[in-house]
């Protein structure tokens, strides 16, 4: 028994640590404010799915659409780079959410699709890899921000996050839960230099 809560409290430090080391590390590079965030000229919208078991839209996908459409109407991107699922039959992450920002008024040539983001760090790599981009606005909610900007200045890339609105605790408990988990794994993967499942050729964006 001694063993068992030993390894607990270890795991539970571990998952604090990771925790801090992240936010602490990005806590200047991520902006709520549409007047004072930075140009750059690729926004990377991250994919989630949009409508859930119950038939209700995503709020999380909903908010980080309506946050790229605003980042890009206000002059703050040029190009959308929209990342995300597409491995199964019948689901595809990115034409949604091209589909939804050309209805927000984005223009369709302005907007990019990653087919392979098939999590974080694929999103953020392959947007270096494939699409060349050295700098860019990561647009998700503010906690899964701060994951994908430690990642990205992991990987050399001059990355800023652009909050798109979170919902409740409550409704978001069992995301909030999973992305503690996730950090520990972001900084697992960065050690032993984990890469995307996929590359591919290149593709610019103009």
Request: hydrophobic share 45%.
């Amino acid at each position: 028994m001694s063993t068992l809560f030993f390894l607990v409290i270890l795991l539970i430090v571990l998952i604090l640590c990771a925790d801090y080391y992240v936010q602490s590390s990005v806590q200047n590079k991520l902006y709520k404010d549409i007047e004072a965030i930075p140009y750059n000229k690729v926004g990377l919208v991250l994919g989630t799915v949009k409508v859930l078991k119950n038939g209700n839209i995503n709020r999380y996908y909903q908010y980080r659409i309506d946050a790229a459409a605003a980042l890009f109407k206000a002059g703050k991107i040029k190009f959308v780079l929209v990342s995300g699922d597409n491995s199964v039959e019948g689901y595809d992450e990115p034409t949604d959410m091209r589909d939804d920002l050309v209805k927000k008024g984005v223009p369709v040539e302005k907007i990019f699709l990653d087919y392979a983001g098939f999590r974080t760090l694929d999103s953020v790599v392959r947007g270096k890899a494939i699409f060349g981009q050295k700098s860019m606005t990561i647009i998700s909610q503010k906690f899964h921000n701060e994951r994908a900007v430690f990642i990205a200045n992991h990987k050399e890339i001059e990355a800023i996050g652009f909050e798109a609105k979170d919902v409740s605790m409550r409704a978001g408990l069992l995301v909030q839960t999973r992305e503690k988990l996730a950090r520990v794994k972001v900084l697992i993967d960065l050690v032993f230099g984990v890469k995307p499942k996929f590359l591919g050729d290149k593709i610019e964006i103009k």
